[in-house]
C-alpha cells in the first residue's frame, strides 16, 4: 500500500482524483492510520468507512489486494487494480481483468 500511495500522483491520469482508502471490516481507522499516516497526509488521502454499495456510484478506479471488492468491481467494469509487488509472496485473485499497478506505472515509463 504505501508503494501505491507513493506512486499514485506520478501518473498524470490519477492526479485529478481524489483518494479515498476504504477501511477492510477487520482493520480499524487507527490500524491505518499508524501504519501509512505519513503518506495518507502526503496525498490528502482520506480514509473511509462507507457502506461499499455508497462507494461503487462514485469510484472511477478501484484499487486492492485480495479482498471481494476489487472482484465486484472489476464485474463491474471499473478499471481495477492489485496492488501486489513483483516480490511479495502473496497469492492473488485470479481475475485476468485486474491488472498490477506496478506493471501499468512501469510501462508509464514513471
Given at each position: ?32 492510520e ?33 479482498t ?43
Amino acid at each position: 500500500m504505501k508503494y501505491f500511495l507513493d506512486n499514485i500522483y506520478k501518473l498524470k491520469k490519477f492526479r485529478k482524483n481524489k483518494v479515498l482508502i476504504k477501511l477492510h471490516p477487520k482493520h480499524s481507522e487507527n490500524y491505518i492510520e499508524n501504519l501509512l499516516g505519513t503518506e495518507i497526509k502526503k496525498i490528502g488521502a482520506k480514509i473511509v468507512n462507507y457502506n461499499l454499495e455508497k462507494l461503487l456510484p462514485i469510484i472511477k478506479y478501484s484499487f486492492g489486494l485480495t479482498t471481494y471488492a476489487i472482484i465486484l468491481t472489476s464485474k463491474l467494469k471499473i478499471k481495477t487494480f492489485h496492488c501486489k509487488l513483483s516480490k511479495q509472496k502473496i497469492n492473488l485473485i485470479n481475475d485476468y481483468k485486474i491488472l498490477s499497478f506496478q506493471d501499468y506505472l512501469k510501462n508509464q515509463n514513471v
